[in-house]
């Protein structure tokens, strides 16, 4: 009946998929109608869950999440941290994406910088994505001002022994890198 009320009025055509067929009715300015049907488009019953997880590029179950406490000890995303949580997964995805069309895959090791690392989120996820995902060997380190925040990502890398990974106080001026491929900067400021 709802759908009766409309089609003719604020809809002008219709589709109606199934295993057997396809169908089709359309409305003229006339008032008349058209229905035709067709080979069915679909074979098999299309999914009745619409809620779908996304794939991301960073596993949930990562031990550093919960230390700088993107999720919970069930490895649940925290609500407050949702939007961290999509951040980091993009910046990945942008970042698989650099490297792997780069001449940087032919590289021993890696030698990442990340400058403005504050709490560490895509510091540890760059240094967990090259070297869980992609199994390249990788040295990331952190570049920070705040000295509380070296310590603690200091703390939770070696906790976690994360080879390869460490934070330093100071800043694009002030460090200076023997070996550089891969600069990071991300700047956000809440948006």
């Not at 604020?10 to 006339?30: M, P, R, Y």
């Not at 074979?43 to 996304?54: G, Y």
């Not at 994406?97 to 996820?125: E, M, W």
Request: aromatic share 10%.
């Amino acid at each position: 009946e709802v759908i009766g009320e409309f089609l003719g009025n604020s809809f002008w055509s219709a589709h109606f998929f199934s295993l057997t067929e396809d169908v089709q009715i359309e409305f003229k300015n006339s008032g008349r109608s058209k229905w035709s049907s067709s080979k069915p488009s679909c074979s098999t019953l299309p999914s009745d869950k619409h809620n779908r997880d996304k794939k991301r590029l960073l596993d949930p179950n990562r031990p550093f999440l919960v230390a700088l406490g993107v999720t919970n000890e069930e490895h649940s995303v925290l609500p407050s941290m949702s939007r961290k949580w999509k951040q980091v997964n993009k910046f990945l995805e942008v970042f698989q994406h650099a490297y792997v069309t780069s001449q940087l895959p032919n590289v021993v090791n890696i030698h990442v910088v990340d400058f403005g690392s504050g709490k560490g989120y895509l510091t540890f996820a760059v240094h967990d994505f090259l070297r869980s995902t992609l199994n390249v060997e990788a040295t990331v380190t952190g570049i920070e001002l705040r000295e509380d925040l070296v310590r603690f990502c200091n703390e939770v890398a070696g906790r976690l022994e994360t080879g390869g990974l460490s934070f330093r106080q100071g800043d694009v001026n002030s460090y200076r890198p023997e070996t550089i491929h891969i600069l990071i900067a991300l700047h956000a400021c809440d948006t």
